[in-house]
């Protein structure tokens, strides 16, 4: 077996094809005479030319093609240095170039390989994701990070817990967990982001919480699976002193059964759950009233400006929160920004309150500047008066 550069194309029912280069150049175009031929008409007779560079790594050489030569969707000028994983596009035609391990026995005749059927289209196609090996390098831990936000007792303003939220700091990829799931559902991989997530924050903060739970996100394609279930357990074994709490996003919650089989597996492990997200779509009474949460964290929309809000809808919201209660669960405000709002909230019986008022999220690259094992008070928490 030996390392060998390829061509990979998908179309549109995602079948994968793979033109091996197994010798250089490597001429690419509508022309019989090329080495790969792209039945497209969109091509030019002779598109672009792949040759060895003196570096060591492939040379991409545009020849003056009429829809041009992209790498990464940028249209390249001349010629450009190829790495693995770069996603090419010959005007419409999209490959991404891999480095596989090929058993040179079985490789057909180069002549016999050549040619691919290509759709034609105007625009460039977006079969193959970019930045997927800085992902894969982020995911196994490379630029991944994270940060804690405090949960507070409404009244107090005491830390009763803590918000795991997932970050990253690799320098190709964005920052933003909302940009980082859009990048993992293009791949079908948000399962394996937040598993990444959930792994960092607890090997990261477990020895800053001080006897405080940590609330840790599931997203709902990894919800009640078996996996799902294996990481808990793994990271139960991981932190045994850690008091997690699982945050169940209302949307994955569509089976009682289902549901109350995994709270069960959950109490095994001794770990809590909260429905998040409370208030943002269906109010999930029945779930809430047959398999009470520990916790319940209503969503943003139902918090923001609650101060300033109708006395309808400050019923609503008191309503919902003796619900709450009666089910024997802990009602969470979130979103919380300012005092008149936390005000708002411990009017309407909310009994932990998180948000910008009381705490803004703490990064995990800022922790590492501190004293082990503290956090400081005037970075988790604000006072009555601020």
């Known amino acids: 077996m030996e390392d060998q550069w390829a061509l990979e194309s998908a179309g549109s029912d995602s079948k994968r094809t793979q033109f091996l280069i197994t010798q250089l150049p490597c001429q690419i175009g509508r022309a019989k005479s090329n080495d790969l031929v792209l039945a497209d008409l969109g091509l030019s007779r002779l598109h672009a030319t792949l040759a060895a560079d003196i570096t060591g790594q492939l040379r991409l050489i545009d020849e003056n093609s009429t829809n041009g030569t992209f790498v990464n969707r940028r249209r390249i000028e001349g010629y450009c240095l190829l790495k693995k994983n770069d996603i090419i596009h010959f005007a419409s035609a999209e490959f991404k170039l891999r480095l596989i391990q090929v058993d040179h026995h079985s490789v057909l005749p180069f002549d016999q390989m050549n040619t691919m059927l290509i759709a034609g289209t105007k625009n460039l196609s ?66 394996e982001l937040s598993l990444a997530f959930r792994e960092f924050g607890i090997r990261k903060f477990a020895s ?11 997203h709902p394609k990894e919800m009640f699976s078996e996996v799902f279930i294996a990481s808990l357990k793994h990271l139960r074994q991981e932190a045994p002193d850690v008091q997690i709490v699982v945050e169940i996003h209302e949307s994955a919650i569509t089976n009682i059964r289902q549901l109350r089989r995994f709270v069960k597996q959950l109490d095994d492990l001794g770990i809590f759950f909260a429905y998040d997200d409370f208030g943002a779509g269906q109010a999930r009474l029945l779930e809430l009233a047959d398999v009470p949460a520990h916790f319940v964290k209503f969503d943003i929309s139902l918090i923001r400006f609650l101060d300033r809000a109708s006395p309808r809808k400050q019923q609503v919201v ?16 979130e979103g919380v920004e300012s005092k008149e709002e936390a005000n708002a909230c411990v009017a309407m019986g ?36 601020s």
């Open 126 to 191: 977006e079969y193959f994701v970019p930045n997927e090996a800085e992902f894969d390098e982020m995911i196994m831990g490379d630029g991944l990070s994270g940060a804690i936000q405090p949960i507070v007792d409404a009244k107090t303003r005491d830390i009763v817990a803590y918000e795991l939220l997932g970050r990253a700091n690799h320098p190709r990829l964005p920052q933003t967990p909302i940009e980082l799931f859009r990048l993992a559902r293009a791949m079908d991989r948000e399962a």
């Open 208 to 218: 800053y919480l001080r006897g405080n739970k940590l609330f840790v996100n599931a």
């Open 318 to 333: 008191r309503d919902l929160v003796q619900m709450v209660l009666a089910a024997g669960s802990v009602p969470l405000a």
């Open 350 to 385: 909310m009994q932990l309150i998180q948000g910008f008022f009381t705490g803004r999220p703490i990064l995990a690259e800022d922790l590492e500047s501190e004293d082990r094992g503290q956090i400081p008070e005037d970075r988790g928490q604000k006072t009555e008066d």
